[in-house]
């Protein structure tokens, strides 16, 4: 396997790509987007060919792994001819893995295809079982749809993770049936600290649920073993005794994960975004349009890989109720 030629200047080599490929999404969560966003006139959007001249240039560069997301990537208008286009890649051996982080609307259309074209796994974020609340946490969502696309994700052979947002109040006290429904269907689950991206309608400190606390609740039923077992992502793993599943945690803001920190991100529009909780960026769509040959875009990639930060700074309280980053988690993707 080549080693990726993308090192920053704290030597974490960068071999993970995620691409938002859009910023719009079929659900509002109410962590995630405000109601009323406005989302950007699709004039300013990267075409599928200019994402795919994108992720080449990373995956010549060294990247191993992709991953779609937004927005809702599988609103994107085409997108499967850019999973497709994107797949050469598998099949050159040039990358290893070709994900999707979705919320399952439309994965009942799409499913086959994805396996298909070399799709393994993807992530379905569902954070809960009762129609109702996910109605009314999702705003516009409709959970038979989600599970008739789980089924179809199933029946097509793609192993599935389930993400789940931990919110006080709303979901804590359903982890454990999340659980058992998730593992006894042979899906992995993780769960999620909010983080302070972007502003929404609500207040982040009444949903902030620290994932140490939420740990302790689940080790008064379930045996937690801490486990070595590593995806791309920044979760942390346990075995659960009594499932016989994975339970990973994302601990952004009570466990910083950024030491081991292998990937950056690209917008929709190719905004390069170095870290998920900062700002500085670089304008990948002014040099891919500047010229038809890659050199340009490769530099402007490598000036801005030397400047990737250490971490992220994100802070939920009373006293710092703002957003940490401006951007909402769908303009970078999750
Ligand atoms: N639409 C896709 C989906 O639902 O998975 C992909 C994009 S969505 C932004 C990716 C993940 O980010 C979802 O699991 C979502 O719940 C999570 N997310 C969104 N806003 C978040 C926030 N402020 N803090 C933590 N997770 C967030």
Do not use: A, Y
């Given at each position: 396997m080549t080693q990726s030629?993308?090192?920053?200047?704290?030597g974490r080599a960068i071999d993970y790509l995620r691409v938002?490929?859009?910023?719009?999404?079929?659900?509002?969560?109410v962590y995630c987007m405000s109601e009323d966003m406005t989302f950007l006139p699709k004039r300013d959007l990267l075409s599928l060919e200019e994402l795919d001249r994108l992720c080449t240039v990373f995956i010549e560069k060294g990247v191993r792994r992709l991953r779609l997301t937004g927005g809702?990537?599988?609103?994107?208008?085409?997108?499967m001819h850019l999973v497709r286009q994107l797949s050469r890649h598998l099949k050159s051996g040039a990358l290893d893995e070709l994900t999707l982080t979705s919320n399952g609307s439309q994965l009942e259309r799409f499913a086959t295809e994805l396996a298909d074209c070399g799709v393994r796994r993807i992530n379905v974020s569902i954070d809960t079982l009762d129609a109702d609340k996910f109605h009314a946490i999702t705003?516009?969502?409709k959970l038979d749809k989600v599970m008739r696309g789980i089924e179809a994700a199933e029946a097509a052979g793609l192993k599935i993770k389930l993400n789940t947002v931990a919110l006080k109040g709303f979901n804590e006290d359903e982890i454990p049936e999340m659980l058992r429904w998730a593992h006894g269907r042979g899906m992995d689950m993780t769960v999620i600290e909010t983080m302070p991206m972007g502003e929404i309608d609500g207040d982040r400190t009444d949903q902030y649920l620290p994932l140490s606390l939420l740990r302790a609740q689940l080790e008064k039923q379930f045996t937690l073993t801490d486990i070595p077992f590593k995806t791309s992502g920044p979760a942390r793993y346990v075995e659960v005794a009594e499932t016989g599943g994975k339970l990973g945690f994302i601990t952004p803001?009570?466990?910083?994960?950024?030491?081991s920190c292998n990937r950056v991100r690209i917008t929709c529009t190719g905004m390069l975004y170095?870290?998920?909780?900062?700002d500085d960026s670089a304008d990948l769509r002014d040099a891919l349009r500047a010229?038809?040959?890659?050199d340009l875009l490769a530099e402007t990639i490598d000036r801005a890989i030397a400047r990737k930060p250490k971490g992220h700074d994100f802070i939920i309280d009373r006293r710092t109720n703002r957003p940490s980053v401006s951007r909402h988690m769908s303009v970078t993707g999750g």
């Open positions: 030629n993308m090192i920053d200047p704290f938002s490929v859009t910023d719009r999404c079929d659900f509002r969560c809702e990537p599988l609103v994107r208008k085409n997108i705003r516009w969502g803001m009570t466990h910083n994960f950024c030491e170095m870290c998920l909780g900062q010229s038809e040959g890659n």
